[in-house]
Each structure stands twice: as C-alpha cells, then as structure tokens.
C-alpha cells in the first residue's frame, strides 16, 4: 500500500517518482464507501510504526538483551517493572498500538488474497474477534496486576 | 506476440523481496503477539504459573527462536522506516534501492551484538564454559 511509484522514462530525466497527489479527488462510484477510512488506516500505519519503533525496539532491548535479558525475567522482575507507572504506560501503549497496527495489516493482507466475499467476511471475523479478545485481556492484565500474587 | 512472464515474480529485485519479508515478518509478529499476551497473562493465575512458561522461553531451542523473532522485528521497523521515506521524502523513491541496502547493513550491525547477548548463556549452558 505504498504511494504509486511511477517511472519517468526515456530522455535524460529517467528515474522514479511518486505520482503528485491529485488535487480533487474523484468521487468513489455509487455504492462503494464514502468515507476516508482507508486514508486514516494508511496514516494510522505509518504513525503507529514510528511510535511502535521506540516502543517495540526498547522493549526488545530491555527484555532480550540488556542485564542478562529473558534470563532474568521472572514473577518478581515483571513485579519491579510494573511498580513504576512509567512501564505500564509504556507496556499498555505497545500493546494497543502494535495490536491495532498488526490488525489493519492483517485486514490489507485479507482483503489482498481472499477473494470470496464469504471468506473475506469469516477472515475479518475471526481477525476482529481476536484483536478484542487479546486488547480486553492485555488491557485487564496490565491494570489488575497484584504483586504480592503467590 | 509477449511471452508470459516466467515464474510468479512481480518484479523481482530489492524492491519486490523487502515488500514480500516485511509482510511476512509482519504476520509473524502479529501471531507471536497474540501467544504472548496469553503467556504474560499467567501473571495473573500465578507466581509460579508465570515463572513455569518464562521457562521455556530459557532453554536453547526458543531461546534461538527468540533471536529469529528479533531479528523479524528490527527487519520489519528498519524497512517500515525506508517505505515511510518513500512515502513522505522527494527522493524516497529514487532511493529505495540504495535504502534497502542500507537497511541490511545496519540489520547486520545491530544483530550482531544483539546475537551475542542473546545467545551468551545458551552457548555457555551448552558448551559449558566457567560456570
Ligand atoms: C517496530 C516498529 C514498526 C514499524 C516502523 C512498522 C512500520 C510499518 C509500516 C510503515 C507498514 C505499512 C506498509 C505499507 O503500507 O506498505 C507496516 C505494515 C505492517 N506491519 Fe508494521 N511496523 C512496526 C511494527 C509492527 C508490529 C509490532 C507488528 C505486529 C503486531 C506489525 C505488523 C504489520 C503488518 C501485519 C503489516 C502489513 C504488511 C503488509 O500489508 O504487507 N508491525 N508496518
């Protein structure tokens, strides 16, 4: 879903560039949606990826990598993180935005090779049911923690 | 009258191969998410529970995978990062073949240690270094 790359060919100008936004948009054929949801899809994939890039590479450092990394990681390590509002801020961002981020991308990938309209449906279904299921569970998780939990 | 293009590539080269692993490494970490939000879940369940599946992800074998998984990560940030200058900078696409180069040089750079880290006490518990 990148911007269309077109090539200017022949002559000394020959290289690719991104086709210039159109000015007026054309108006989508009768039936088809009229909002500009895949427009805030798209944008919503490019800012929750820069986000996602701090989020997901410092937890990756930290929980992999860094002080011994997943060998130390246990009850009582996950109990000194979340004691700091700072990593639960942080844990439940990354759990919504790459949730949601990897949703919309399962949705393009979809609507990419399921060409059925049933099986498209069922896909999304299944997709949309999971995305909450896992959001509700992450979410309660995070701000029910109890350390003192045996 | 045009032959058919052969085989099923679109059109082959960087450009075509690092839109093809940044969907797969996507999909990937996307149902690895899914796995570990149940797995962190345990914490709720128990101490011990937790502990018990903190486990696996010890032994070498997940452990390995683990690094793999990471690896799909920084592949999948790294080139979301050259289709966003694509997208956004005038000569994004100009550029994408000299990015995606860049991409794997600086995958290199950073996986390396990352590697080293990651595997130390896996290496060590098998080959049974000092400890
Ligand atoms: C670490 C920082 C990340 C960055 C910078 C990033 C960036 C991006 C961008 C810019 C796209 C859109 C590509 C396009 O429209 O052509 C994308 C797609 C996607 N991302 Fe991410 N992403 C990140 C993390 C994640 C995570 C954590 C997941 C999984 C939960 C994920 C799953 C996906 C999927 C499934 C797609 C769709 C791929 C496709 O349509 O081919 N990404 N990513």
């Given amino acids: 879903m990148t911007a269309p790359v077109v090539t200017v060919t022949g002559g000394p100008d020959e290289r690719p560039v991104i086709a210039p936004p159109r000015t007026r948009r054309q108006r989508p054929a ?48 996950v109990a000194g993180r979340w004691a700091s509002p700072f990593w639960r801020t942080w844990d439940l961002a990354t759990l ?35 995305t909450f299921f896992v959001l509700l569970l992450g979410t309660l998780v995070i701000f029910t923690f109890d350390p003192n939990l045996s | 009258m045009p032959k058919a293009p052969a085989g099923t590539l679109y059109r082959g080269r960087e450009g075509m191969w690092s839109w093809v692993a940044h969907r797969v490494t996507g999909v990937l970490i996307f149902f690895f998410l899914f796995a570990h939000v149940l797995d962190t ?4 369940v128990s101490a011990d529970s937790y502990d018990r599946v903190i486990d696996t992800y010890k032994t070498p074998l997940v452990n390995v995978m683990e690094l793999g998984l990471v690896g ?40 390396v240690p990352g590697a080293y880290f990651m595997l130390k006490h896996t290496v060590e518990a098998i080959f049974g270094s000092a400890s």
């Fill in chain 1, 30 to 77: 009768r039936g088809r949606s009229r909002s500009n949801f895949e427009m805030y899809a798209w944008i919503f994939m490019r800012m929750s990826g820069l986000l996602l890039l701090v989020l997901v590479l410092g937890h990756l450092l930290i929980m992999n990598i860094l002080d011994g990394g997943v060998q130390r990681v246990n009850f009582a390590f």
């Fill in chain 2, 41 to 44: 879940a345990l914490v709720r």
């Fill in chain 1, 96 to 130: 919504w935005l790459a949730e949601l981020h990897g949703t919309n991308g399962l949705r393009v990938i979809i609507n990419d090779y399921a060409e059925r309209d049933g099986t498209r449906f069922w896909l999304k279904m299944l997709l949309y049911t999971s």
């Fill in chain 2, 72 to 111: 799909a990560v920084l592949f999948h940030a790294l080139n979301g990062l050259r289709v966003m200058a694509i997208d956004f900078w005038d000569k994004g696409a100009r550029f994408q073949r000299q990015m995606t180069w860049a991409i794997v040089a600086v995958f290199i750079v950073v996986m």
